[in-house]
T-cell receptor
Framework: EDQVTQSPEALRLQEGESSSLNCSYT??????LFWYRQDPGKGPEFLFT???AGEEKEKERLKATLTKKESFLHITAPKPEDSATYLC????????????FGAGTQVVVTP | DAMVIQNPRYQVTQFGKPVTLSCSQT?????MYWYQQKSSQAPKLLFH???????NEADTPDNFQSRRPNTSFCFLDIRSPGLGDAAMYLC????????????????????FGDGTRLSIL
């Protein structure tokens, strides 16, 4: 059965304190891995798609990487506006395209 | 900007009183999804439309129905809301591809609206 596990559940950072979020996945075959950001009371906002091991994507202070078993979302020198819940989701080759979400990592960045 | 718009943002209904949530999109995407998200949980897929073809998840209660009258609009109907149906309802869209009318396994990102927060009195 496909599984997506995110860690930690919550992360509190000082402004400027870089850190990484982890998304471990177990799928028969990976068709795509997606990172989303969700602010309270809003829908998930698409950040990145990664398709194959070794792939990296960057956007401002965020960088996503992918291996055969996990993905990392690195937050470099975070600012308070980076506070959000970050969701990881995968689509397996066994699926028509259904997103299998992890439970998310809640990030709080304090000034 | 092209986007996914959900109305209303907040909806209050009475226990057992039918309610309809709406979603529109200007992305011209052919697939539309409805998710239920409860506090501190991941979104849970209820169903999706590939063009006009409706696809229900096996564990979606019969109480939840959907309509897609055209490419741009999709509705979620809850026939008899119970207290356990209080949640955020999210609409999403994606552009996906098929062969012979069948949705192939997709790897395209889904784009979400800001949701409707449903409360049950």
């Amino acid at each position: 059965e496909d599984q997506v596990t995110q860690s930690p559940e919550a992360l509190r950072l000082q402004e400027g304190e870089s850190s990484s979020l982890n998304c471990s996945y177990t799928v028969s075959g990976l068709r795509g891995l997606f990172w989303y950001r969700q602010d309270p009371g809003k829908g998930p906002e698409f950040l990145f798609t990664l398709y194959s091991a070794g792939e990296e994507k960057e956007k401002e202070r965020l960088k996503a990487t992918l291996t055969k078993k996990e993905s990392f979302l690195h937050i470099t020198a975070p600012k308070p506006e980076d506070s959000a819940t970050y969701l990881c989701a995968v689509v397996s080759t066994d699926s028509w395209g259904k997103l299998q979400f992890g439970a998310g990592t809640q990030v709080v960045v304090t000034p | 900007d092209a986007m996914v718009i959900q109305n209303p943002r907040y909806q209050v209904t009475q226990f057992g009183k039918p309610v309809t949530l709406s979603c529109s999109q200007t992305l011209n995407h052919n697939v539309m999804y409805w998710y239920q998200q409860k506090s501190s949980q991941a979104p849970k897929l209820l169903f999706h439309y590939y063009d006009k073809d409706f696809n229900n998840e096996a564990d979606t209660p019969d109480n939840f129905q959907s309509r897609r009258p055209n490419t741009s609009f999709c509705f979620l109907d809850i026939r008899s809301p119970g207290l356990g149906d209080a949640a955020m309802y999210l609409c999403a869209t994606s552009r996906d591809y098929s062969m012979g009318g069948r949705l192939l396994s997709s790897n395209q990102p889904q784009h979400f609206g800001d949701g409707t927060r449903l409360s049950i009195l």
